[in-house]
Antibody, heavy 121, light 107 residues
Framework: QVQLQQWGAGLLKPSETLSLTCAVSGASFNDYYWSWIRQSPGKGLEWIGEVHYSGSTKYNPSLKSRVTISRDTSRSQLSLQLTSVTAADTAVYYC???????????????WGQGTLVTVSS | DIQMTQSPSSLSASIGDRVTITCRASQGISNYLAWYQQKPGQVPNLLIYAASSLQSGVPSRFSGGGSGTDFTLTITGLQPEDVATYFCQEYISAPWTFGRGTKVDIK
């Protein structure tokens, strides 16, 4: 059974950097791409980006200038950093298991529990 | 980016009713379409992938159909535990995109 456990700061001030980490268990970290997704009342579900065990990444162009997704394969963890946050970045953030490294596309089978991040002065 | 348009945005139906939700893609996506169920306060849960394949453990009253640009999610015999918001998602090309959701409740 795949489990994704995530954590990070839930309250930020405008211009600060959002930082979240997600630990994967029950699946080989090296077999999949791992994504971050966020959900807000205003924008619905929005894919932020993904990371491959090699460290290669792909980002949503709408956030690319502010996003960094990294991984620590020794700990089976992925991390998200989003810089210069504003109130528009207030959302629940999820990590999720995506497509396989063989290249086969896939939906998001497994999700973390979600972290509510609020940006407020 | 591919735009995913769901309709209706909300619906109310009676227990036992047949409910159909539609999802339209702004361009052809073959059958790379997934449906998720999100109950209040919970994480999205994958129901259907490849437009019509039921995820393991999902009740058979859920079914999906369509190909190309037009897709449906049908609940045949609505149950109280089906109260949730349902989202479609394309996964043919990044950035993967989602519909805005259809909220289903009981009349």
């Amino acid at each position: 059974q795949v489990q994704l456990q995530q954590w990070g700061a839930g309250l930020l001030k405008p211009s600060e950097t959002l930082s979240l980490t997600c630990a994967v268990s029950g699946a080989s970290f090296n077999d999949y791409y791992w994504s971050w997704i966020r959900q807000s009342p205003g924008k619905g579900l929005e894919w932020i980006g993904e990371v491959h065990y090699s460290g290669s990444t792909k980002y949503n162009p709408s956030l690319k200038s502010r996003v960094t997704i990294s991984r620590d394969t020794s700990r089976s963890q992925l991390s998200l950093q989003l810089t210069s946050v504003t109130a528009a970045d207030t959302a629940v953030y999820y990590c999720a298991r995506g497509r396989t490294v063989s290249g086969a596309v896939a939906p998001f089978h497994d999700w973390g529990q979600g972290t509510l991040v609020t940006v407020s002065s | 980016d591919i735009q995913m348009t769901q309709s209706p945005s909300s619906l109310s139906a009676s227990i036992g009713d047949r409910v159909t939700i539609t999802c339209r893609a702004s361009q052809g996506i073959s059958n790379y379409l997934a449906w998720y169920q999100q109950k209040p306060g919970q994480v999205p849960n994958l129901l259907i992938y490849a437009a019509s394949s039921l995820q393991s453990g999902v009740p058979s009253r859920f079914s999906g159909g369509g190909s190309g640009t037009d897709f449906t999610l049908t609940i045949t015999g609505l149950q109280p535990e089906d109260v949730a918001t349902y989202f479609c998602q394309e996964y043919i090309s990044a950035p993967w995109t989602f519909g805005r959701g259809t909220k289903v409740d009981i009349k």
